[in-house]
């Protein structure tokens, strides 16, 4: 089932547009959010974040922000997907293409749910990682549809066999190509601020919460790829990766090569938060 606009339809039904300005210039923005036991986790964190992006490239929705939490929930029941994800996009509309905005638009909004496990293997084997240079914009806390540099960098990943990329910038680690970032250093949490350089996961931030429960400190400082590499623990957080270890980067170990023991409470508590 497809959330389009305002219906709920048959994927069949759905038809879009050649002149949708997502094909032609990527021009909107989405969400995914994870679905756990058939209910959305952090749904208000990622409709505020929605918003955000939309008012953020002067988008306006297509309807309030209370309908659109009603339209998602008339969503998940009609698909009937318990675990998996809920992906929603918006973009500006349908018009003959032209850089502006045109005068005459209406978004267009399409949202589904896939099943989808937990990331099992990763979470519990952990992963490994290249770093590559970061050449997204520089509005990297937009969720833009605008995706090449994450789909060249990952794609990167897979050609030279690893799992994942770091970003860097000048040597710098923003974040990873879907996921943020964290080391551990010192028994301290490190991650990127929270500016324009990266994306505002809400994992990271219900990571966070987790970590001052557990009274880890959290650092919001930038760290260099010389960091990473000599740190204790490494992992990634986002929606579709949970609490994942990195044990690996460009072919050295970090830490002893296994997931460490910050990242394994966090994972623990972690699972609480979504039972
Ligand atoms: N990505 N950084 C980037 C660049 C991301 O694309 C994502 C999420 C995150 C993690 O954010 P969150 O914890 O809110 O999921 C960080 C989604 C899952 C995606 O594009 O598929």
Known sequence: MILYNDAILERNEVAVSPEDRGYYFGDGVYEVFRLYNGRLFEPE?????????????????????????????????ASGVTEGTLYLQITRGCAPRAHGFPAECTPVLMAYCTEAARPAAGMERGITAVTVPDIRWLRCDIKSLNLLPNVLAKQEAADRGVNEVVLHRNGTVTEC????????RDGAIRTHPANNLILHGITRKVVFRLAQELALPVEEEPFSIEELLAAEEAFVTGTTVEVTPVIEVDGRRIGNGRPGPVTRLLQERFVQEIA
């Open 177 to 184: 190509s879907a996921s943020n970032l964290m080391i551990v």
């Open 45 to 77: 964190a990622h409709k505020e974040r929605l918003l955000r992006s939309a008012r953020e490239i002067r988008l306006s929705l297509p309807y309030s922000a209370d309908k659109l939490t009603r339209r998602l929930d008339d969503l998940v029941q």
